[in-house]
């Protein structure tokens, strides 16, 4: 009986131990997903500050803008936002909306 007991407390010892390795692979991808999204939020704001200084309007219609010119040219939002940080003038998809 003791044999069997050994077994089965080595099998339940095996389960934890593989799930704790599924949970860590679980957190490692929804770190990466918000060290992702934070990275896109930083971009965001900053092309949000360009588009304020450079037209000179407030930030919320430079977030509008943005979005705007992201959505009707079906472009992700962080991609048309780093073109803003990235080039010296602003966009011809946003352009036409300011």
């Known amino acids: 009986m003791a044999q069997a007991e050994g077994y089965d407390n080595s099998s339940k010892e095996r389960e934890a131990v593989l799930r704790l390795i599924e949970l860590n692979a679980e957190l490692l991808v929804k770190t990466e997903q918000l060290e992702g999204a934070l990275g896109s939020r930083v971009v965001i704001e900053q092309a949000k500050g ?3 200084a450079r037209h000179e ?19 992700k939002l962080r991609d048309l936002a780093q073109r803003v940080i990235s080039e010296p003038t602003t966009p011809r998809e946003i352009a036409r909306y300011l």
Do not use: C, K, M
């Open 50 to 52: 360009v588009l304020s």
């Open 57 to 75: 309007i407030d930030v919320q219609t430079a977030f509008d803008v943005l979005r705007r010119g992201a959505r009707s040219h079906q472009l």
